[in-house]
């Protein structure tokens, strides 16, 4: 054992590397100090839009309230907008910008991870006219995806007050009155140079414009065609609101298509309708308007078949007058209606039955037909 009682081994715990605070919203926003510091004159586009998908959702919005001689004041921007924001800082005379957190509170939920500090100070270097420390005092809450990358979804900082610090040598070097007085005047408003604060009007135009501009950009159409295309995609997406099933179309109904052979030229040579009209269920070469007396019930197809009839699976019934039938037809007819291919195509017709023919008398007429028929007597 050594006997310097402060001696501390090299494998000892006191100098083993502390476990990195991942887990920390505070220590996010030291990382986020840390690379703001690493920037350059020559950062371009490139190297802020890196900056901001490291530490920034892609949903993510930065709001900032204050108070100015006017009213008081709330800027909300985008994801597209956060990089030209913190590059519009530098570029206002800011050569330093850093956040520094006192007694922040953190809240965890389900996904997020809130961090709340009512004493936030957001602090920004000048070095034009004169070399100024502004500090930004206000409330800031951010919220955190709970995840691995631990990005921020929402950034609100409330602008309370800020201070210009000037250091007492550059004032007491001064002899002409008007430099003193011109040193006493503030180079910023609420903390916010005159760059940003123009910056966050022109945000208000261009963040509805998002839409327009990249429209314009994909479809090449010109700016009148783009809000109303904009416009009118809007109006739909409020008359139907989401959720709601748009209506349904109306389905055809299935077309039959017109039996070939023989059953086309019995039709033919009987008068079947054409094939804008119906035609009635039943064996081939059956014709309504002279095989059938009185009135026919046609039986639509159901909803399940491919018909339209109903909501539920339902048959459409509907009743044909036959006002071609005659009761007191002449004899050819009679006899066509016993020859008719219906009868001996009949489903009914039993195996052993057969379709009863006529038989002739002694006395030339026709004699009554049996089982069940109606007599016919001619004169």
């Known amino acids: 054992m050594h006997a310097d009682p402060f001696y501390y081994s090299p494998i000892s715990n006191f100098y083993r590397r502390p476990t990195p605070y991942m ?48 009213g008081p004041k709330r800027y909300t921007i985008g994801r597209t907008l956060l990089p030209r924001y913190f590059r519009s800082v530098y570029e206002g005379g800011v050569t330093d910008l850093y956040y520094v957190l006192k007694h922040p509170k953190e809240s965890f939920h389900n996904t997020t991870i809130t961090l709340d500090c009512d004493q936030a100070m957001m602090v920004t270097q000048h070095g034009k006219p004169m070399f100024t420390n502004v500090v930004t005092e206000g409330r800031l809450i951010l919220e955190f995806t709970f995840d691995d990358l631990m990005r921020i979804r929402s950034w609100h900082f409330a602008i ?42 022109l945000c208000v135009i261009l963040e509805p414009m998002q839409e327009l501009m990249s429209r314009h950009k994909a479809y090449g159409l010109n700016p ?44 033919s040579r009987d008068g079947a309708p054409t094939g804008k009209q119906k035609r009635s269920p039943g064996p081939p070469g059956f014709n309504i308007s002279t095989s059938v007396p009185g009135d ?18 339902e048959r459409l019934i509907t009743r044909l007058e036959n006002n071609q039938y ?17 009868l001996q195509h009949s489903p009914w017709g039993g195996q052993d039955k057969k379709t009863p023919q006529p038989p002739t008398s002694s006395s030339g007429g026709p004699p009554t037909s049996g089982g069940g028929e109606v007599e016919t007597k001619v004169e």
């Open 224 to 267: 009148r065609d783009c809000l109303k295309t904009t416009l009118f995609q809007k109006w739909q997406r409020m008359v139907a609101p989401p959720g709601k099933e748009a209506t349904r179309p109306p389905s055809k109904r299935r077309k039959r298509k017109a039996s070939t052979g023989n059953n086309s030229n019995s039709n």
């Open 326 to 342: 005659e009761s007191n037809g002449n004899e050819d007819e009679q006899d066509k209606f016993q020859h008719s291919p219906a």
């Open 296 to 313: 026919v019930m046609m039986v639509g197809e159901p909803t399940l078949m491919g018909g339209e009839f109903g909501d539920e699976d």
């Open 160 to 201: 309370r007050q800020h201070r210009e610090l000037i250091p007492r040598s550059v004032i007491a070097v001064q002899q002409d009155p008007a430099m003193v007085e011109q040193l006493s005047k503030n180079i910023t408003r609420q903390g916010l140079t005159s760059y940003t604060l123009n910056f966050l009007r």
């Open 23 to 70: 887990g920390q919203p505070d220590f996010r926003i030291y990382e986020l100090n840390k690379r703001l510091q690493q920037r350059t004159e020559e950062s371009d586009n490139l190297w802020w839009d890196a900056f901001t998908t490291e530490f920034f959702e892609d949903d993510a919005t930065l709001t900032l309230t204050f108070c100015l001689e006017d």
